[in-house]
């Protein structure tokens, strides 16, 4: 009987494709999570209201805030350009304006970037400086210093440079 011998020429595992693909794929799942890992401790804003659960139960404070300025006839005029803002605020007959009111400018989701202005007016014409905006969607909160009444809209960064605010509907 005759013996054949075959002779194959076979490669360490080294220098074939297919443990390399199968490698890959793990290895491409740790370095993405790597990034992403990297990603999400550089751009932490951490929480846009630290006290959400006091906030949620004042809810009623709020509301009640609106239907005061629905009462009030109040209406504002808000105009903004790249380094101020105006607004003109105008009320029912035999309402009297405040001599100053609060202007609060928030982002929805980055709280380092909210603007608290406090404007002083006269004859419901009230003007400040404001840091310049980044373009997106904004929060817009016009108050009185006592709290007892305010006016609030979402404007959109550049193209609402100028809008009316009305009491918003409860």
């Not at 928030?106 to 404007?119: E, N």
């Amino acid at each position: 009987m005759r013996t054949v011998t075959l002779s194959k020429n076979i490669q360490p595992w080294y220098q074939q494709g297919w443990p390399w693909f199968l490698i890959a794929i793990p290895a491409t799942a740790v370095v993405a999570g790597a990034v992403t890992l990297w990603l999400a401790i550089s751009s932490w804003d951490g929480l846009v209201v630290d006290d959400y659960y006091q906030q949620g139960k004042t809810i009623e404070k709020t509301i009640g805030r609106s239907i005061r300025a629905r009462e009030m006839g109040l209406v504002a005029d808000f105009r903004l350009r790249a380094e101020e803002v105006s607004v003109r605020l105008g009320a029912a007959q035999g309402i009297p304006l405040p001599p100053t009111v609060v202007l609060t400018i928030a982002h929805p989701t980055r709280a380092g970037q909210d603007q608290k202005l406090l404007l002083k007016g006269r004859d419901g014409t009230f003007a400040g400086a404001v840091v310049p905006l980044s373009t997106g969607r904004w929060l817009i909160q016009l108050e009185d210093e006592a709290q007892t009444w305010r006016l609030s809209e979402t404007i959109l960064v550049p193209t609402g440079a100028e809008i009316r605010i009305v009491p918003a509907d409860s």
